[in-house]
């Protein structure tokens, strides 16, 4: 296989799929709110903050199954390839069925008795989340071709689906608001068109491995212990994961209303695009290191981790800049004066997104070099703590509460935990590496701040591209700095030399 190829054309179509997500979401967000109303679009965003768990039942089987599949077809062992997927797709059944059962509890027991919902709310929520249900239950058996096509690496076909079902989505969405349905109609519309997505998927994991059978017959014990063995610590990270990030919108609803909801949804979906914009660099590190963790090769892993995290602080900080140069502005243009609310909080989320993505490097090492309990215990308290502090700060402080509850809690599991056990794993310490790290993007931060200042107050009325014009201005500034200020001129001649490497490699057949 081509292996530069794929990982090229992989990585592309992710960020075509990303750019399609965000343009579908500023496009529709707006266009949707309006039509639904404020209370309406929020009770959808509480309904899907409960299907959103049932990700949880995955048990964290979905990277040990990608990762005991692409062992087996490494060795060339196409029955052993059959039998892992046929054992999952009898367990993912399983979970399947238990996730419809939760769904149908949720529904008759947990909405009626929810505050803040009137009856009519209860009957709509009810039937979203039931719909909504159906379609994570039938996604969980499909997760087997999943894994068939990313041992494969058919990373840009399934990009390519992704892409197409997005949009096809969107068409429904606006047909559906613009003919005067409601929530009800517009979720089963776009759930009948994920599950058809499912077929499609299904076609290229066939194309991807000819010889795949599955078949109950098959089913192995050895397999599901050897994959749950692995799979439990990962499991706890998703749990955290999924917990914190959907229990804001939950604690939320319960105090302050759906209303809140959908206000403090907009905050949320812009930080969550500024972390998506620079997330992508953090995946393909993980590769990278695990390769260097099989070779005990401490010195090209010292060095991919400080690159790493070097260029994930510098493109977070960037974006992060541009973004608070017209967010204002932004926001009243995209979804209208009435969410200026949504201001406090996105400034709160943004920040928070830098030590995200920032040690997104620094979780990739410590799970390579297997102190994967660290990183879930991490998580687990970082989950904990948001919970604690959202309802602590909710009640005073609204929405603005719970951006800061967030955002102290990852603060402290990422700079406090994960970062000092990973500076002691590379023998380099703590104050050195932030210094090599975060040096290069706080000495870009001066001109470039200094840029968005002077170009504020000549956007007071700015149309929406003279807004985008302001943003990449300013991110020119920004990279013009970190490049020229910020990386030595050894640092620089490294990178051009790499890059250069990286060109004649995908250029070679």
């Not at 077809?73 to 046929?86: C, P, Y």
């Not at 759930?191 to 491995?209: D, E, M, N, P, W």
């Not at 999924?242 to 319960?254: H, K």
């Not at 972390?275 to 390769?291: E, I, M, T």
Request: glycine fraction near 8%; charged fraction near 10%.
């Amino acid at each position: 296989m081509k292996t530069g190829w794929n990982l090229l054309t992989g990585t592309l179509t992710r960020y075509v799929l990303l750019f399609v997500n965000i343009a579908v979401g500023i496009f529709l967000m707006p266009f949707t709110v309006q039509h639904l109303g404020k209370a309406e679009y929020g009770l959808w965003m509480l309904t899907a903050s409960f299907t959103a768990y049932l990700q949880l039942l995955d048990l964290g089987y979905g990277n040990g199954l990608v990762r005991q599949v692409t062992h087996a077809d490494a060795l060339g062992d196409e029955n052993e390839m059959n039998v892992i997927l046929s054992t999952f797709a009898v367990v993912y059944s399983v979970i399947g069925f238990t996730a419809l059962v939760i769904v149908a509890g949720l529904a008759a027991f947990i909405l009626p008795r929810f505050p803040n919902l009137s009856p009519e709310d209860v009957r709509t929520a009810q039937v979203v989340l039931l719909v909504l249900g159906l379609r994570a239950a039938v996604g969980f058996p499909m997760g087997v071709f999943g894994a068939v096509t990313t041992a494969r690496q058919r990373f840009a076909a399934t990009s390519g689906i992704a892409i197409a079902v997005t949009l096809l989505q969107a068409a429904a969405t606006y047909w559906v608001l613009r003919t005067g349905y409601g929530l009800v109609p517009l979720v089963s519309v776009t759930t009948i068109i994920g599950l058809a997505s499912y077929v499609a998927y299904a076609a290229v994991a066939k194309s991807a491995f000819p010889g795949m059978r599955l078949s109950p017959a098959l089913f192995s014990r050895r397999q599901m212990r050897e994959v749950t063995a692995y799979s439990m610590y990962l499991f706890m990270i998703t749990l955290a994961i999924q917990f914190g990030y959907n229990i804001d919108n939950v604690v939320i609803a319960a105090v302050a209303g759906t209303s809140a909801v959908a206000v403090y949804s907009v905050a949320f979906r812009v930080a969550d695009y500024q972390r998506q914009l620079c997330n992508q660099f953090n995946g393909l590190l993980f590769p990278v290191v695990v390769r260097f963790s099989a070779a005990d090769e401490m010195a090209a892993m010292r060095a991919t981790l400080i690159d790493g995290t070097r260029f994930a602080v510098g493109m977070i900080t960037g974006v992060t800049i541009c973004l608070f140069t017209v967010a204002d502005r932004l926001i009243v243009i995209w979804m209208g004066a009435d969410f200026r609310e949504a201001l406090p909080p996105l400034y709160v989320l943004a920040l928070a997104g830098i030590v995200l993505v920032g040690a997104g490097p620094l979780g990739n090492l410590l799970l390579a070099r297997g102190r994967h309990r660290l990183v879930a215990y991490a998580c687990a308290g970082e989950a904990a703590a948001n919970l604690l502090l959202t309802l602590v700060l909710v009640g005073s402080y609204g929405i603005v509460g719970a951006a800061i509850g967030t955002a102290l809690s990852v603060s402290v599991a990422n700079l406090f935990v994960q970062m000092p056990a990973a500076c002691r794993l590379l023998g380099v310490p703590v104050r050195r590496f932030l210094a090599e790290v975060a040096g290069p993007a706080m000495l870009a931060s001066v001109p470039a701040a200094t840029a968005a200042w002077l170009l504020r107050s000549a956007l007071t009325a700015a149309p929406l591209l003279e807004l985008v014009g302001a943003g990449l201005l300013v991110g020119s500034v920004y990279l013009t700095a970190f490049v020229a200020l910020g990386l030595s001129r050894i640092e620089r001649a490294r990178y051009v030399g790499s890059l250069r490497e990286l060109t004649t490699a995908f250029r070679t057949p």
